[in-house]
């Protein structure tokens, strides 16, 4: 390991407030670098709330625990596997959301024709998304019947409707070539990616962890690797139309 190649190392034994400070030290890690946080006491679910304030950007393990110090490693999410079903949501929320980001690029430069392949990408991949989600998760989580309002899942499931609608029009929209309206595409996809933030949010912040505390007390095994199929496209054949 060269110098460079070092962790970077953040020491919040005697820091008043841990939390804040490990949150601006991962949120000023540069990509690639990997940093060590050292604490005082046991810092679970202090790095999970921390975790839950950057959208679970980033990997984190607690390696070692010895003279009284625990040491948190973080490192990019990137770097390794997907570690847990909620985890391998969030990146492929990630995914979708450059591929419309870039999308959006093209289309505010007028670049329309450059838009529609990664349109037609981002709305494959989420037709995969929320078929993994509401034929394969939900109904294994279970799914309120009596649907009271503001439930995480019944809200989830309403609003995968309204993103596949809007994605579908804006494609069409986005098909017509010269004729296609550039700002009107480009306006709508602004929206759509603005509802499609506020939508991964509420997922992560309200449903994943009710997903993975039900996990943890039952755990499931084969469904991560059947959510990591569907995402591959390797159940394209059941996938509503």
């Given amino acids: 390991m060269t110098a460079a190649d070092q962790p970077h190392t953040l020491d919040l034994r005697d820091e008043p407030r841990p939390r804040m400070a490990a949150l601006a030290g991962v949120q ?17 679910l202090l790095m999970q709330a921390v975790a839950l304030m950057m959208r679970n950007r980033f990997h984190w393990e607690i390696e070692e625990a010895d003279n009284g110090t625990w040491r948190v490693r973080v490192v990019d999410r990137e770097s390794v ?6 985890d391998l949501l969030s990146r492929d929320h990630e995914r979708l959301d450059r591929m419309i980001a870039i999308a959006l ?18 709305y494959q991949g989420l037709r995969r998304h929320i078929y993994c989600e509401n034929d394969v998760l939900a109904p294994h989580f279970g799914i309120p019947e009596e649907r009271p309002q503001g439930d995480p899942t019944n809200t989830m499931l309403h609003e995968h409707d ?21 700002s009107m595409v480009a306006a709508l996809m602004g929206i759509l990616s603005g509802s499609l933030a506020k939508h991964e949010g509420r997922e992560e912040q309200n449903l994943f962890p009710q997903w993975d505390a039900t996990l943890r007390r039952e755990p499931a095994p084969g469904l991560l690797e059947r959510a990591k199929a569907i995402l591959a496209g390797e159940e394209d054949d059941r996938l509503p139309e």
């Fill in 28 to 44: 000023q890690r540069e990509e690639g670098q990997t940093l060590d946080l050292l604490f005082a006491e046991e810092p679970t």
């Fill in 162 to 182: 309204n993103i596949l609608k809007e994605v579908a029009e804006i494609r069409e929209m986005a098909s017509l070539g010269e004729a296609a309206d550039a």
């Fill in 105 to 122: 690029q093209h289309a505010n430069k007028g670049e329309v024709d450059a838009a529609l392949p990664l349109l037609d990408s981002a």
């Fill in 81 to 86: 596997e997907p570690d847990s079903l909620t």
